[in-house]
């Protein structure tokens, strides 16, 4: 069974950063696709950012291309999720999820999800 454990999540000021890093087990993850999600109040969750962790193809929202960068490190089997020039409209909470093989931004193609971590940016 896939297990993600998000941290890194916090408070900062616009304009600042955050790293936000994701912990997989459970499963050889060299067959995943590894995404971040966020879910601000009242709103729909989003795709932000993912990657197939075998050939490293990644895709970004294109609300934050050019400040997010996501990246992994097989070692750790961890996700991270870079996030520069923070503005308010990136406050949410932060998803990791998982799913075989191929690309996808939509929430309900993943079966797996960690517990998420708040970020919020304040003005």
């Known amino acids: 069974q896939v297990q993600l454990v998000e941290s890194g999540g916090g408070l900062v000021q616009a304009g600042g950063s955050l790293r936000l890093s994701c912990a997989a087990s459970?499963?050889?993850?060299?067959?995943?696709?590894m995404a971040w999600f966020r879910q601000a109040p009242g709103a729909e969750r989003e795709f932000v950012a993912g990657i197939q962790w075998s050939v490293g193809s990644i895709n970004y929202a294109d609300s934050v291309k050019g400040r997010f960068t996501i990246s992994r490190d097989n070692a750790k089997n961890t996700v991270y999720l870079q996030m520069n020039s923070l503005k308010p409209e990136d406050t949410a909470v932060y998803y990791c999820a998982a799913r075989l093989w191929t690309y996808a931004s939509l929430a309900r193609a993943f079966g797996s999800w960690g517990q998420g971590t708040q970020v919020t940016v304040s003005s």
């Open positions: 459970g499963r050889t993850f060299s067959n995943y696709f």
